[in-house]
T-cell receptor
Framework: NAGVMQNPRHLVRRRGQEARLRCSPM?????VYWYRQLPEEGLKFMVY????????ESGMPKERFSAEFPKEGPSILRIQQVVRGDSAAYFC?????????????FGQGTRLTVV | AQSVTQLGSHVSVSEGALVLLRCNYS??????LFWYVQYPNQGLQLLLK??????LVKGINGFEAEFKKSETSFHLTKPSAHMSDAAEYFC?????????????FGTGTKLQVIP
């Protein structure tokens, strides 16, 4: 049973370009969470998705950022017109979504560098 | 509302010495508490968690933590540090029955083990 798969592991983008980060949850998991980790900071919640639905996007910046989790395929975190401040590690986690669920499993992250 | 405070962003111990990483939390409802470990360029791995029941929780790699409600603490300990314990450790809190999406992470403590 493969774990949470994120790709690419490293992504370099020039200012103004678009970044697409992909996350394939663990088999049997239908809930996905995206977090951002800035240097010397903890993980900050961005968005929580179920298949075809955004449940909670309270941590997402209002502009340039979007996320989806289609019926088929991985979850995508999309950052348009990237700026240097978007440079960070982006982690995806997945869970079964049980209301009493107390654990999510993390991917290895995508490290985005904006030059 | 909930928050986590990890005292000491960097902790150094000698190999074989006691490891103590401090975590205090704030939560308006009964909490679930977690400790995660992150190795360089890796995702987060769950070390241990407290949900209900016994307040002393044992995790992987010889770590344990004790939930002390009166002190709002959940400190992580290991009797004897090993070189392989060098990593960053994150304490996290979520409201009981709130589901994983409500997890709040601390800013992390980097553990250095000196030979």
């Amino acid at each position: 049973n493969a774990g949470v798969m994120q790709n690419p592991r490293h992504l370099v983008r020039r200012r103004g370009q678009e970044a697409r980060l992909r996350c394939s949850p663990m088999k049997g998991h239908s809930h996905v969470y995206w977090y951002r980790q800035l240097p010397e900071e903890g993980l900050k919640f961005m968005v929580y998705l179920q298949k075809e639905n955004i449940i909670d996007e309270s941590g997402m910046p209002k502009e340039r950022f979007s996320a989806e989790f289609p019926k088929e395929g991985p979850s995508i975190l999309r950052i348009q017109q990237v700026v240097r401040g978007d440079s960070a590690a982006y982690f995806c986690a997945s869970s079964t979504g049980d209301s009493m669920n107390t654990e999510a499993f993390f991917g290895q992250g995508t490290r985005l560098t904006v030059v | 509302a909930q928050s986590v405070t990890q005292l000491g962003s960097h902790v150094s111990v000698s190999e074989g010495a006691l490891v103590l990483l401090r975590c205090n939390y704030s939560s308006s409802v009964p909490p679930y508490l977690f400790w995660y470990v992150q190795y360089p360029n890796q995702g987060l791995q769950l070390l241990l968690k407290y949900t209900t029941g016994a307040t002393l929780v044992k995790g992987i790699n010889g770590f344990e933590a004790e939930f002390k409600k009166s002190e709002t603490s959940f400190h992580l300990t290991k009797p004897s540090a090993h070189m392989s314990d060098a990593a960053e450790y994150f304490c996290a809190v979520s409201p009981a029955s709130g589901g994983y999406q409500k997890v709040t992470f601390g800013t992390g403590t980097k553990l250095q083990v000196i030979p």
